[in-house]
């Protein structure tokens, strides 16, 4: 007679409470168990599942809602489509004809400080993110008393777009608000890049970063506030990136 | 402050105890802690230990007051031996502890102490922060952050046995008892030559009548000693405990139980209880006290009863080493700080209650932040309109919107403005890394007229005390948060 | 200039650099540099003319000059002439088929590589399938030592990667033991650190020292730091079995990542006076197609002949492993799974080619054009190719690094399938922890609380 199909017991480690004690100390997915030298099917399953969020992610647009809220007009870049956007980076640094037509129309010209968001790879990180980030930030400006010039989003945008609004505007100091590369453990994390007067050929060590804002990393409330401390640092010494860091050793 | 070099900063620590004095000092590394892209976060990464000076027995005018010249003078030479000038210190803490810490002038001396011992060195009592102090000068509160579990330290030094029980790091509750080794005196023919005050309900209630001169044998001591072991360990292991337990209580009990994964023993008589001890009234008499026959005691009544031990980092100076090397913390990196406000010294902390987590519970909190403020100026007065005369903690809420931060900015400015007008000062101590969006939330709201000290990443609870430095380079503030320090003195 | 005649029309070739780019197969990092062949027909002209390109050609055109790029000096240099000049007059394409040649061992293709430059053997990979480059790599066996011994048939190595979003030791420790109770980790107990700070470093090689010392695991530690950080850490009494660094193809990609060779001979020199390790192997060198475009280094030359040159570069230094990590730069160097798939297969034959102890990162990230389904592919192909060793990644979801990689179980399953096993000692050492035995993981794997 052949034997019933039996499913093997629960695994129950040496240790549960070590068990627990371990996997509470690291974000990484330990203690996950095994069906033969396989993951368990939940376990693999949740791994697709924050893998299928994190491809989303690089296809999600920032809302028009969004965006209406905090009074921001939209540019693009010539990034044409997502493929392109991926495989082209050098196109997600330059503005469309018309972009640089409605930025000169409608920006004011010679700002302090110049706010910039583009979803990057990541819309839904600013979907998540700048709206916390922006009102702290105006705050933090204010407190400073800098001004801003007028903000605006900039669709398929990458980082060193920077140079090019710079050059436009001429802007003193730009701060790009820009969407993350997602990652498993989030999805919608933003970044915010930093230039004191970005011009075309600035180098990258020029500009300087805060990264990882999102719920689970730095709050996007007291990310903001820091950004403007950082603003004016940069003002005051009118350096950024590696200069300032030189500046103030 | 000056520092020693660029991430150094040179503290001491001094612990005035029921029978000795010891001082040790020790620098602490800052370093950044964060990676690139982020904001920048200094922490204490490194204590090292440059001087420990020998045990002085403390000394005493009579009985009840501590010999303050005297005691200057050993520090002094102290000093002198350390090869470091007052001047030279940036931070530490004098401690009175034990017995001695209920003596009338005990306050005074440590404000005298305070003066000689250096620019930044706080001045601070209590059984609590003895506790606590000893237990991370045990090494507790890492031990409790590795095995993620509750490590309870018990430092039994002369007068008290002084427990801290430590969950991931943290400290969560501390309770004291008369049980020490010179509680009470005897010589080496087991005569008894004092017996502490403090005990004597506690023996009575045993039916240990004893008094000075009689003389007992050495199995009579070792059951005294047994008893009081167990009625202190049963009640902290929570198992049940005696009916005279609480008679070698001082002060509150434990706010709570807790399943304690690990327990260390350190203090003087901790130090006797790792060490090989002969069963006679002759082999342990060496300090004319019970201290050593306590030893085996705790030893044996922690073996019945099951308890985990583990082995402290330090023994007799756990808690000099934690005064001197744990009793700082740093702030968040992202404040909000009128540096014209620091340094601040004593302040009082009030905690505001949050009703709920989550970003709503900063709403609608004027009510509850006047209320507050009314009942801080209830305790701990007003002698100058415009000065911060305690702070506010503000406690963990997870997520929070920069709207909400603004709605609690909001509350607490109206709450001021209601309860003290003429007041333009605001101390503020966060859990939460939140300190600059809340501080500059309500110096915008307040027209930039109100001056604000507001921190963030740091606990304090409702009656600590809290001692804020000045930031060497902007970047990190040094903090001191005192558990009851003064605190019947205050109130 | 070269010409030839495809379907009718006429291809012509200006120098060997174009020559090299458009033979190669379809990468988006060339069509990002401007050089990929326009077209399928385009490339397959250029095969056709490469395939008839003689190995001594190659050499007399250097792609980039000996007296302008030290790298180019240390491939020229490291030529052994006469097992050059035995071969010199062969095409690539007769090469190709040497190589291929039943009769060709791993013995004899390791005669002739001291006689190959690295361009010559990007040219032959140029030519060769996907099933080509695995057959191929098969053949070469390429042991190396440090305190154990890896590369030996049959044997599949892993690298251990507990990395820690913010370094804690604690949090490092739980997934180091989690690779452990899988068996994985007999190549290196290797972390990426955050903080790149001396004390950071110091503090992370004591630690998994500490763990390979209490249970007397036969493996070597490394902290992938910038080389200037672990050679201060190793000054300050660190206990590092390796040192570690990443490889660009040319001089000034390598100054991108702030090395030159005299850097490099002075770590050198370094983890031979001072490392903790016994074996002669002390050197951990991490490659990956496209990261000399990435930081506009790349002479106009394709990432392959770059990634190439890398190798040529590693073999100086003799090291313990070499690891190509394939998918983490992105879509604009490796689109999609297709891309990924053939490079490290490439990236593998190449290295072994330079008879250097390759590994690879199978791994990707989550704006490219792949899932783990083709992690899997990768994974199987490479072993069956013989490579030295896989990168183990909790759940291959890196928390610190935000990528993916392969797994513990994947490489405990690669093992399973393809019947490999870790390196002897560990295996042994396993045996004795009761993880593993000869039918493979025992009940007791995958518990990481076996080390608590």
Known sequence: MEDIPRLP???????????????????????????????????????????????????????????????????????????????????????????????????????????????GLSGSAIEANLTDCYLSLLDSLAVHGLEAGTPFFVKGGRVACMDQIGELLQAEVLVLFIGERPGLVSSSSMSAYMCYRPRFGTVESDRMVISNIHPQGTFPAEAGAYIGDLLHTILQHKASGVKLDSMRK | ?????????????????????????????????????????HEIVGRELLYVGPLHGTPLLSEEEIDGSALSEIIREEYVKAGIRAADIQTGAVIVTGETATKGNASTIVRLLAEQAGDFVVATAGAELEGILAGKGAGADGRSRVLKGVVANIDVGGGTANVAFFRNGQWIDTVTFHVGGRVIRMNERGKVLKVSPHIVPWLTVNGFLITPGQILKYGQWEEICNRMSRDMLRYLAGQEASLTWHQLLLGPALANRYPVEEWTFSGGVGELMGKPLPESLDGSSAYGD?????????????????????????????????????????????????????????????????????????????????????????????????????????????????????????????????EEPDNHKMVLICEQDMAKALGQSIYRQSGYEMRIVCLDEIRARQGDYIDIGQAPSGTWIPVTVKTLAFHSAAQ | ??????????????????????????????????????????????????????????????????????????????????????????????????????????????????????EIIAAVTKLMSNLD???????????????????????????????????????????????????????????????????????????????????????QNCVLAHIQTQMQAIRQGAPADMVFQSLAGTEAGNRAFGIDLSLLDEADELIRAQGSSTGANRWYFET?????????????????????????????????????????????????????????????????????????????????????????????????????????????????????????????????????????????????????????????????????
Not at chain 2, 16 to 27: A, D, E, F, N, W
Not at chain 3, 168 to 173: A, I, S, T
Not at chain 3, 180 to 198: M, Q, T
Request: with cysteine.
């Open chain 2, 1 to 41: 402050m000056i520092l020693v070099d660029n991430a150094w900063i040179l503290s001491v620590g001094i612990d005035v105890g029921t029978s000795t004095t010891k001082l040790i000092v020790s620098r602490l590394r800052i370093d950044q802690v964060s990676g690139p892209g982020a904001i920048p976060k």
């Open chain 2, 290 to 418: 019970i201290g050593p026959i306590l030893a085996r005691s705790l030893a044996r009544a922690s073996e019945s009863l099951g308890l985990n031990l583990g082995l402290p980092d330090q023994t007799t100076r756990a808690t000099v080493i934690g005064a001197g090397t744990q009793s700082i913390e740093l702030s968040g990196a992202t404040v909000f700080v009128e540096e014209s406000m620091l340094p601040i010294r004593n302040l009082p902390v009030l905690k505001l209650d949050l009703a709920e987590s989550g970003s709503s519970s900063f709403m609608g909190m004027k009510e509850a932040a006047a209320k507050l403020i009314r009942q801080g100026n209830i305790w701990y007065g007003q002698s100058n309109p415009d000065e911060a005369t305690f702070a506010i903690a503000i406690g963990s809420v997870g997520y929070y919107s920069y709207r909400s931060i603004q709605d609690l900015a909001k509350s607490l400015l109206e709450a001021y403005r209601e």
């Open chain 3, 1 to 118: 200039m070269r010409t030839t005649q495809l379907f009718g029309n006429a291809y012509s070739f200006g120098n060997l650099k174009e020559l090299f780019a458009k033979a190669n197969e379809e990468k988006s990092g060339d069509q990002l540099a401007g050089i990929a062949a326009a077209d399928a027909k385009e490339r397959m002209a250029a095969k056709l003319v490469l395939a008839d390109v003689t190995l001594a050609e190659i050499r007399n055109e250097p792609l980039l000059p000996a007296d302008i790029d030290e790298v180019s000096r240390i491939i020229e240099e490291g030529v052994d002439e006469p097992a050059f000049s035995s071969i010199a007059s062969w095409t690539v394409g007769e090469l190709r088929e040497y190589i291929l040649h039943q009769g060709t061992t791993g013995r004899h293709i390791e005669r002739i590589s001291f006689g190959l430059t690295s």
């Open chain 3, 288 to 452: 990956g197609q496209g990261s000399e475009l990435s930081s506009e280094s790349h002479a106009g030359i394709d990432q392959l002949t770059l990634e190439s040159r890398c190798y040529g570069l590693a073999r100086k230094y003799k090291p313990f492993i070499v690891n190509t990590v394939v998918g983490f730069i992105g879509p604009e160097y490796l689109y999609d799974s297709k891309q990924v798939i053939r490079a490290g297969l490439e990236d593998h034959f190449m290295g072994k080619m330079h008879l250097l102890p390759m590994g690879c990162d199978v791994c990707y990230t989550n704006h490219m054009q792949t899932d783990q389904n083709d992690m899997d592919n990768l994974g199987l192909l490479l072993g069956a190719a013989g490579v030295n060793f896989l990168i183990g990644v909790p759940m291959a979801d890196d928390c610190m690094l935000n990528y993916q990689s392969t797994s513990f179980h994947d490489i405990a399953t690669l093992r399973d399938v393809l019947r490999r096993s870790p390196a002897p000692e560990f295996a042994e050492w396993l045996g004795k922890m009761g993880i593993m035995n000869q039918n493979g993981l025992t009940p007791s794997a995958g518990d990481p609380t076996l080390f608590t």
């Open chain 3, 133 to 219: 480059l695995v057959q191929a790599a098969a053949k070469i066996e390429v042991l190396t030592t440090c305190n154990t011994t890896i590369g030996q048939r049959g044997v599949l190595a892993s690298r251990a990667q507990p990395n820690h979003p913010s370094d804690q030791v604690p949090g490092m420790l739980a997934s180091l033991y989690e690779a452990l109770s899988y068996g994985i980790g007999d190549a290196v107990l290797g972390i990426n650190p955050v903080i790149d700070s001396p004390e950071n470093v110091k503090r992370l090689l004591e630690a998994t020292k500490e763990v390979m010392a209490k249970w007397e695991i036969p493996t």
């Open chain 1, 9 to 119: 017991t629960a695994w129950r480690p040496r240790s549960t409470e070590g068990l627990e004690r371990l996997q509470s100390s690291t974000p990484a997915r330990i203690g996950v168990w095994r069906a033969g030298t396989r993951p368990t099917t939940g376990q693999m399953l949740k791994f697709r599942c924050d893998h299928a969020s994190a491809v989303d992610a690089v296809y999600s647009e920032v809302s028009e809602e969004l965006l209406l809220e905090l009074g921001l007009f939209t540019v693009e870049t010539q990034y044409g489509n997502k493929e392109i956007y991926l495989k082209r980076p050098d196109r997600g640094r330059k503005l469309t004809d018309e972009a640089i037509d409605t930025i000169t129309k409608k920006c004011k010209l010679n700002p302090q400080v110049q706010i910039v968001v583009s979803d």
